[in-house]
């Protein structure tokens, strides 16, 4: 007996532990198991069910949820959020005109625009500050949507969707066949998006009334 127990006391713990527990190498068989994966997120989202009904309020249904489909945010922004969301876009695409009209001024007269002349530099320096006049207009509805204040909202959209007009009738005056293809293209998708941020904003006035 006294042998027995001497010997316990000069065996290692870890052959201790590996005799008189479970075998190792059972548990670890059982250790190796793995939970199911976890399902793969999906490869594009999906537009958020709302905003697919909100976009069913406006007039450009397909321009609505491209726009806002595009903003990751938009899967879970309440009707307020998309209509931020829709300014900020319209925002974007008057910004980008601005510097589309400028870049078309500058090159006026030169190789890429060897018809040009100086009265056409002018109509297209008056279009850059127009679309500037747009984007100011929606940062401002942005703001007036965030304070909630829908009709101001409502005014500063209309007022971005008139300015790329001013451009095109200055044209039609002064310069007939002259007004560059690529501002007509984004004079006519502004208005679409400005008609899009109106329809929601519309949504947020008649729920608040």
């Known amino acids: 007996m ?35 994966p976890a399902p793969a997120a999906p490869a594009a ?20 949820v491209s726009a806002l489909a595009a903003d990751p945010s938009s899967t879970t922004a309440d009707v307020r959020g998309l209509s931020a969301i829709a300014v900020s876009v319209a925002a974007a695409n008057a910004s980008g005109a601005a510097q589309a009209a400028a870049a078309l001024a500058n090159a006026t007269g030169t190789a890429q625009a060897p018809l040009a002349d100086g009265a056409v530099q002018a109509l297209l320096r008056t279009c850059a500050a127009k679309y500037a006049d747009a984007r100011d207009a929606l940062a401002a509805a942005k703001d007036s949507i965030a304070q909630q204040d829908y009709d101001y909202a409502s005014v500063h959209v209309s007022a971005a969707a008139e300015y790329p007009q001013v ?38 006035s008649s729920s608040n009334s």
């Open 45 to 64: 989202p999906q537009a958020a069910a709302l905003v697919r009904s909100t976009c069913n309020s406006t007039a450009y249904y397909d321009v609505c």
């Open 2 to 36: 006294a042998t027995v127990l001497l010997l316990l006391v000069l065996l290692p713990t870890s052959t201790l532990c590996s005799r008189t527990g479970p075998s190792s190498h059972h548990s670890h068989g059982h250790a190796k198991r793995s939970p199911p």
């Open 167 to 204: 451009c095109k009738a200055l044209f039609r005056r002064q310069r007939p066949g002259a007004y560059p293809a690529e501002l007509a293209a984004r004079e006519e998708a502004l208005k679409q998006l400005c008609s899009v941020a109106l329809d929601i904003i519309a949504l947020l």
